[in-house]
């Protein structure tokens, strides 16, 4: 069945770095756009980045553009998220989700979420 | 950026009786190829979400059939023709046919 795990997530200072990982099985891992939402305590759902299936192509939200960095590994059917410079307003439960482009179109699974927090 | 805005924030229902969701977005959903990406998410306490539905009106595998999405244009609703105690949690709608950004309405809290 496909799993998408979430791991990384830390207590860190304002203005340090964290690296998330996201480990998918259960798919054809290299098939697949994924993407990174986050969710701030009590909060609604907010989209971070995206990586299509090879790699080519990149986007992120305004909020992390230029502090975030999102990469694959498709040999270890990994996705990684970079966060540099990190501020207080980017604590939030990080998910992966996939992006089905098949038959049902569209951010199917997620994983469980790994929690950041950033704080002094 | 497409803005999608849910109405209510707070729903209160009763068991057994039918259920409504709003969902409005800033411009159409209409995408090039005719489409409409709209899906619609449900978030159990304490758990990930999972989605209900995907371009505008079809149900996922193992999405129960009191679930149904439906609306055009700028207007959608996810409906509950009965609701049931398990239907408790917080309801994301979602664009996806307009991007960068995805988008996501700010959800509605359902609960008995």
């Known amino acids: 069945q496909v799993q998408l795990v979430e791991s990384g997530g830390d207590v860190v200072q304002p203005g340090r770095s964290l690296r998330l990982s996201c480990a998918a099985s259960?798919?054809?891992?290299?098939?697949?756009?994924i993407h990174w939402v986050r969710q701030a305590p009590g909060k609604g759902l907010e989209w971070v980045a995206v990586?299509?299936?090879?790699?080519?192509?990149?986007y992120y939200a305004d909020s992390v553009k230029g502090r975030f960095t999102i990469s694959r590994d498709n040999s270890k059917s990994t996705l990684y998220l970079e966060m540099n410079s990190l501020r207080v307003e980017d604590t939030a439960v990080y998910y992966c989700?996939?992006?089905?482009?098949?038959?049902?179109?569209?951010?199917?699974?997620w994983g469980q979420g790994t929690l950041v927090t950033v704080s002094s | 950026d497409v803005v999608m805005t849910q109405s209510p924030l707070s729903l209160p229902v009763t068991l057994g009786q039918p259920a409504s969701i709003s969902c409005r977005s800033s411009?159409?959903?209409?995408?090039?190829?005719?489409?409409?990406?709209l899906s619609w998410f449900q978030q159990r306490p304490g758990h990930s979400p999972r989605r209900l539905i995907y371009?505008?009106?079809y149900r996922d595998s193992g999405v129960p059939d009191r679930f149904s999405g439906s609306g055009s244009g700028t207007d959608f609703t996810l409906k509950i023709s009965r609701v049931e105690a398990e239907d408790v949690g917080i309801y994301y709608c979602?664009?996806?046919?307009?991007?960068?950004?995805?988008?996501f309405g700010q959800g509605t809290k359902v609960e008995i």
């Open positions: 989700a996939r992006e089905n482009i098949g038959t049902a179109p569209g951010i199917d699974y």
């Open positions: 259960g798919f054809s891992f290299s098939s697949y756009v």
């Open positions: 990586i299509w299936n090879d790699g080519s192509n990149k």
């Open positions: 411009q159409s959903l209409v995408a090039s190829d005719g489409s409409t990406y």
């Open positions: 371009k505008l009106s």
């Open positions: 979602m664009q996806g046919s307009h991007w960068p950004p995805w988008t």
